[in-house]
Every structure is written in C-alpha cells, then in structure tokens.
C-alpha cells in the first residue's frame, strides 16, 4: 500500500490557500471550496475544532479523490 500525500502547513498557510495550491489554477471557487472543507474534514483530529486555525509545522492527510 501507498502511503498517503501529506502536506506540511507553513506559516501563512490556510485550508483555502492549501486547496487552492493543490488543485489547477483556473478552477472554480466552489472547487476549492470543496476541496479544503474535504482537507479538513480528513484531518479534523490534527486541526482541532476551528478549521480556520491551523499552526506551521502541522502535517496534512490529503484526502484521496474519490473519483
């Protein structure tokens, strides 16, 4: 089995910028939208309760498309 791809937070960094950052350019807001929502709910434990705050250093699940 693969391991799965994290992501390592930097500062700066938020859930939307990571998502953005990951997908192609151009997409739709409501992609990314989608995609950080999906970032934090595969890694809720890590994050914590306020999807807003997220610290440097905190190492990302990036959720496996499910398509």
């Given at each position: 089995?693969?391991?799965p791809a994290?992501?390592?937070v930097a500062p700066g960094d938020c859930l939307?910028?990571?998502a953005e950052a990951l997908l192609p350019s151009g997409?739709?807001?409501s992609q990314i939208d989608a995609t950080w929502?999906?970032?934090y709910e595969?890694?809720?434990t890590v994050i914590g309760?306020?999807?807003s705050l997220i610290h440097p250093g905190t190492v990302?699940?990036?959720p496996q498309e499910s398509k």
């Open positions: 089995l693969q391991a994290t992501f390592t939307w910028s990571i997409v739709p807001d929502r999906a970032l595969a890694n809720a309760s306020d999807p990302l699940v990036l």
